[in-house]
């Protein structure tokens, strides 16, 4: 049982994207058709990049890749555009979207005293939550609303600690993209990647389903 190994850690603070509830497929779905509307070429693998990092970084790292220049205006409005694709998407979240073992996972950590937060880039982050009825796990929720310096910065972490009262190293960082394990590992803290090692280098532990934190 994974959870065993982190015994003597107080928090864990949880990404929310592609590690809670699998919305990844509908930002990249969204940012896709973006890309399609800018004539740019977009792989799933270049969207990798994409994953952790805020809406702004994602439309410039979008951007990058098809050579095109915008001004900040311009870019406001894509990201908007995309956004509101997105939020489409969102309107049928329901608790079935929550990815396999997380209620159990958050219940265990509950029952268990430990401490819980959301260290999330999304400024979607607290409708994603009311959809799913999880919101109530968490003591502490910091999100895209709250943070100035996007993952790979510590920042949402650190946050997320210091509000929960707790020294970094007694924190362990659910993550699924590259930025947030850099992000978590600068922050001293204990990373559980969800996903593959060649893909996400520098975690502590790896698993492919949360399923496997209490199996
Ligand atoms: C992260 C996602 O959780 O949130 C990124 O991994 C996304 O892909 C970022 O760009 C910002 O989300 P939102 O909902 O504020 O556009
Ligand atoms: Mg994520």
Redesign the pocket.
């Not at 990404?15 to 592609?18: A, E, S, V």
């Given at each position: 049982m994974l959870v065993l190994k982190f015994q003597h850690m107080k928090g864990v603070i949880f990404?929310?994207?592609?590690v809670l509830v699998d919305t990844?497929v509908y930002?990249f779905m969204a940012w896709k058709r973006l890309a399609k509307e800018l004539n740019i070429d977009f792989t799933e693998s270049d969207n990798e990049r994409?994953?952790?990092?805020?809406?702004m970084?994602?439309l410039e790292i979008l951007l990058e890749l098809g050579h095109i220049s915008a001004s900040e205006e311009e870019k406001k409005l894509l990201a908007e555009k995309?956004?509101s694709w997105?939020m489409e998407m969102l309107q049928n979240l329901t608790e079935d979207h929550l990815l396999p073992g997380a209620r159990s996972l958050l219940n265990y950590l509950k029952t268990n005293g430990y401490k819980i937060a959301l260290g999330?880039?999304?400024?979607?982050?607290r409708f994603i939550l009311m959809k799913l009825g999880i919101q109530s796990f968490f003591d502490v929720i910091v999100d895209?609303n709250r943070v100035v310096n996007a993952k790979p910065d510590p920042e949402v972490f650190i946050k997320a600690a210091d509000d929960l009262g707790l020294p970094y190293r007694q924190c362990v960082v659910f993550e699924d993209?590259l930025a947030g394990i850099e992000a978590a590992k600068s922050a001293g803290m204990k990373v559980v990647a969800v996903g593959n090692q060649d893909l996400l280098p520098g975690a502590d532990w790896y698993i492919q389903k949360l399923t496997e934190c209490l199996g």
């Open positions: 990404d929310l994207d592609g990844a930002h994409l994953k952790g990092v805020s809406r970084r994602s995309k956004n997105y999330s880039a999304s400024k979607n982050a895209g993209s």
